[in-house]
């Protein structure tokens, strides 16, 4: 339900066609090839809506109207305040058109008016272009935005991109503690089982605010490493509010994830294998190699896609620790869905996301197979 | 057999075993194996088994001792170089690969040629019967062929021995007799030497050339099955090998390779062979074979005794009669079903045996 709302929302555009229904309606009869402006009729309605509309349905759908044409917003209000003015007094123009163009002379200017075609529908796009970083240019030809507005499509190749390393990652420092986990007697794997869930049991906000503590300039890490003498005091390493900070931290705050599916695949593997593989002869790094990991891939996969998956969303560990260059793609969701309340955006970001994950799956399934995915 | 004149091939000197530093679960252990020979390592749960078959593979070293293998000391040796054989108690078979990869490992990790690695495998399949299969996961197997292809790997790279940890514990009870004599004659035709492990007496009785009777970390006694079964040495392997009856009593008299002894309840006196026992006065436990007490005459007029016949158990082949002796009421006794026993329970009855057939041995602890 949440999933199919948000992918109803990502299209959405009701919300402006409620504010605006007879200058919508009027406007699909424009025939643009003809007449430079719109017809009278529009003007007309638009005046009417204007002057009788909900004070504050019109606010939001002027936001809407801004995501399509910068400018919009400042059009609206002051005409909207003219034609307030001119109802109060009871005139009404003989020409709306002549009005409204005398009130603003950008009602003059059809690249606004063009841009309004976007909106006539219940349904647009523009959410998707927004969200890779395309919009409409003045004669509604998909482009990509200007170089200084273009966010999103770097940020997508940047969470991918940590997403995999964090991954790989995870992997390489799982793989061990899930094999000691699975192999160490049983008070010490004990032990060690509580460290892997002690993560669990403490605050996301208080680990990765650790994080910081650690890696800052003047924090532990840099510290120890300078009084070692390994750094110098002014060569201090910038580990936090960047792009590694974000690595360190959400590599520490998934490992959890990996390390329980490879235990609980490891666990099973019969202890008897690696010995019977070397009293076949082999040596214990190809008993290892060709006997116990490709008994692991089950567990190897299913901690994978669970971390990758995990990350690819994650934003609240990045936001803290990424700095301006460490935001990851959740980051602008929650940015855009508690800041600037463009929920449409939200959804259209939300829904890539989730088709990107999908696409992950299916390659995942394509290779491996899911079948072969093994929680526990 | 004789194995004296053979040469020893595997050879467990003065072999004691600690995990913890503290117990022996292996203690003192001395073994001589020929080649070729078929030996088998009998006991209980817990008795070392496992353990000295693991030091001989390689994944556990003695505390004290050597073992040598070919007339050389092999503690040395890492596992992977010693060509030792060996089949897992549950197979071990690798769940990744096919049947053949599976065995096609041990030749693959060898380097051996392509070719000859697919001729080996296909003759081992063939020598367990299973030449259809190589194309089969494990998992799509049935317990039995499972533990054939096990058996197969673990010859396929033609060991110089091999070893078998209970491979027939997991098959139910025809399948394990099945499996039993193709072992066996497995062995007969490749000549192999095979240390093999169990805990069923019978299964050792069938298969092996000798057998080692373990018990807490000691070899209570080494010998050949009928050696075994007919001259215990003492009580525990009187009574895990093959059913006996047991009665305790203190030694009287003792005279050549016999003594006499006094039954604990006051019974009577019993004549029997002085095998492993103390001075006269001290206790021991005698014990009979159910097949060696004659029922109804008085014999040569030696342990003579009567007992209540309490009941009648027909075999077929033979009747196992349940009898009240000497105070004993789980006195067994087996007649061979030849047409003429006919008594019922409740009646009394006059048994004996030869003191040759009773064996005084030590007390168990
Ligand atoms: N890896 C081990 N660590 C500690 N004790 C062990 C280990 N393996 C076996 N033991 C102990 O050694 C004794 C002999 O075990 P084992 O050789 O497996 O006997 P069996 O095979 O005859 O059943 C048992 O008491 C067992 O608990
Ligand atoms: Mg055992």
């Not at chain 1, 606010?59 to 003015?85: C, D, E, F, Q, V």
């Not at chain 1, 349904?123 to 507005?149: F, G, H, S």
């Not at chain 1, 190809?286 to 994978?304: E, H, R």
Request: aromatic share 10%; net charge neutral.
């Amino acid at each position: 339900m949440p999933i199919g709302d948000m992918l109803l929302r990502s299209v959405d555009d009701t919300q402006i066609n409620t504010v605006f229904p007879n200058t919508f309606e009027e406007y699909k009869k424009w025939d643009k090839e003809q007449d430079q402006l719109p017809p009278e009729e529009v003007y007309k309605a638009l005046f009417q809506e204007l002057a009788y509309g909900n004070k504050i349905q019109v606010g939001r759908a002027l936001t809407r109207m801004n995501y399509s044409k910068s400018g919009w917003k400042s059009l609206i209000k002051n005409t909207s305040r003219a034609i307030k003015k001119a109802v109060k007094k009871d005139e009404f123009p003989d020409s709306y058109k002549d009005f409204l163009i005398a009130a603003n002379e950008k009602w003059a200017d059809p690249t606004f008016w063009y841009a309004m075609g976007q909106m006539v529908n219940n349904q647009t796009p523009i959410y998707y272009y927004n969200a890779i970083d395309m919009t409409y240019d003045q004669d509604q030809n998909v482009i990509r935005q200007k170089e200084n507005r273009r966010v999103y499509v770097q940020t997508w190749i940047k969470t991918l991109k940590v997403s995999v390393y964090v991954t790989f990652f995870c992997l390489i420092l799982g793989f061990p503690v899930a094999h000691l986990l699975a192999n160490l007697p049983l008070r010490y794997s004990n032990l060690l089982m509580i460290f892997v869930l002690l993560p669990f049991w403490t605050s996301l906000l208080v680990r990765t605010t650790a994080w910081i503590v650690m890696l800052q300039q003047q924090g532990v890490i840099n510290g120890i490493l300078v009084w070692l003498g390994i750094l110098s005091d002014d060569g201090r390493l910038s580990m936090v509010y960047n792009e590694t900070g974000t690595l360190i931290a959400m590599t520490q705050i998934l490992l959890p994830f990996m390390i329980l599916p490879l235990y609980s695949v490891m666990r099973v593997i019969p202890k008897s294998h690696m010995r019977a593989a070397q009293n076949l002869g082999a040596k214990p790094a190809t008993a290892f190699w060709k006997v116990y990991l490709p008994q692991t891939i089950p567990g190897m996969s299913a901690g994978g896609l669970l971390v990758f998956v995990l990350a690819i969303g994650y934003f609240i560990t990045p936001e803290l620790v990424g700095g301006k260059d460490g935001k990851l793609i959740g980051s602008w969701i929650a940015y855009h869905l508690k800041t600037t309340l463009n929920w449409g955006l939200c959804a259209a970001l939300g829904a890539i996301l989730l088709a990107v994950m999908l696409i992950f799956y299916w390659l995942y399934n394509k290779i491996v197979g899911i079948d072969n995915i093994k929680l526990g | 057999m004789n194995t004296e004149t053979e040469k020893t091939f595997v050879k467990f000197e003065k072999i004691d075993k600690s995990y913890d530093g503290e117990v022996l679960v292996v203690k003192n252990l001395n073994l001589d194996i020929a080649k070729g020979e078929f030996v088998t390592m009998l006991g209980p749960s817990g008795s070392g088994k496992t353990t000295t078959l693991m030091m001989l593979a390689g994944f556990e070293t003695p505390t004290n001792g050597e073992i040598f293998l070919d007339g050389m000391p092999i503690s040395k040796i890492p596992p992977y170089e010693r060509e030792i054989g060996m089949v897992f108690q549950n197979y071990a078979l690798f769940p990744h690969m096919t049947v053949q990869e599976n065995l096609a490992f041990p030749l693959e990790v060898r380097k051996m040629s392509k070719d000859e690695t697919k001729d080996k495998v296909k003759k081992a399949l063939d020598m367990v019967e299973l030449g259809d299969f190589g194309t089969r996961f494990p998992a799509q197997l049935s317990g039995g062929q499972q533990q054939r292809v096990a058996l197969a790997r673990a010859l396929v790279f033609e060991p110089r021995l091999v070893l078998m940890d209970e491979p027939l514990g997991a098959l139910d009870k025809n399948l394990r007799e099945q499996m039993q004599y193709e072992i066996k004659h497995i062995h007969d035709r490749i000549g192999i030497t095979v240390v093999y492990v169990t805990h069923d007496q019978s299964e050792a009785l069938t298969m092996s050339n000798r057998i080692a009777v373990f018990n807490d970390g000691l070899v209570q006694q080494l010998s050949t099955p009928d050696i075994l079964y007919e001259k215990p040495e003492n009580s525990f392997v009187a009574q895990f090998i093959g059913e006996n009856n047991r009665m305790t009593g203190s030694i009287k008299s003792m005279e050549n390779n016999y003594c006499s002894v006094e039954l604990d309840n006051g019974a009577g006196i019993v004549k029997a062979l002085k095998v492993n026992v103390g001075d006269v006065g001290e206790k021991t436990q005698l014990s009979v074979r159910p097949e060696r007490v004659s029922l109804g005459s008085d014999g040569d007029g030696e342990n003579v005794f009567t007992g209540k016949v309490e009941e009648l158990i027909y075999l077929g082949d033979h009747i196992r009669v349940r009898l009240d002796v000497c105070g004993n009421n789980e006195f067994i006794v087996k007649v061979p079903n030849e047409g003429s026993f006919n008594y019922n329970e409740g009646d009394s009855i006059k048994l004996n045996w030869n003191p040759d057939d009773i064996r005084a041995l030590d007390l168990p602890k």
